[in-house]
């Protein structure tokens, strides 16, 4: 990755259940790119990661989204697996932070079911965006244009699907923080 992204603070916001690879290669290279990254959650300690349906590693947060906001914030990253976003989509603190981000213009990246976080804040309406097939129709309902790409790119709102998009979405959420010119976000803000 040509690009870095030194001095930008990222938050990677997840919880018990996200999918293994889909949170640790982002932290990896958004770190490797020269970001400052927070895990956050609702949690505190440790989470619990997942390798599809068997237990993986726990992660340490960072931070409580009770106490941060976007403007604390460049970026913000949701991870995938069936139980972290499903857990997340219904958290209102989690809601209020994704939404401060897309009212603010600023890049946002959510793979495999992390964008189940997005359509429960109201901020799909009118994107083109990908996930795991089985959210297809999900988005579609929310008002999205669902697309099967490895990564599709939407106004600074970066999707891919499954963890063997993960090179590309890393890639192209480096490249959106990095260009960091996102005004036309705050079309779709709630």
């Not at 891919?160 to 923080?177: G, H, N, Q, V, W």
């Amino acid at each position: 990755m040509s690009r870095t992204i030194e001095n930008k603070k990222v938050a990677i916001v997840a919880t018990h259940g996200f999918e293994q690879s889909e949170l640790e290669q982002p932290l990896k290279a958004l770190r490797e790119a020269g970001a400052q990254v927070h895990v956050v959650s609702p949690e505190s300690g440790k989470i619990q990661g997942f390798e599809h349906t068997e237990k993986g590693r726990e992660v340490g947060v960072d931070k409580a989204v009770a106490d941060v906001s976007a403007d604390d914030y460049d970026a913000l990253v949701i991870p995938g697996g069936l139980f972290n976003p499903d857990q997340l989509r219904h958290n209102d603190q989690v809601l209020s932070f994704a939404k401060g981000f897309f009212k603010a213009g600023k890049p946002v990246g959510a793979i495999c079911h992390g964008p189940w976080v997005l359509i429960n804040a109201e901020l799909v309406q009118g994107r083109k965006m990908t996930s795991v097939g089985s959210i297809q129709k999900d988005l579609a309902n929310a008002g999205a244009d669902w697309v099967d790409q490895e990564v599709v790119v939407d106004k600074g709102l970066v999707t891919s699907r499954t963890p063997k998009d993960l090179p590309a979405f890393c890639s192209k959420l480096i490249e959106e923080i990095a260009e960091g010119k996102h005004a036309g976000q705050k079309r779709s803000a709630a």
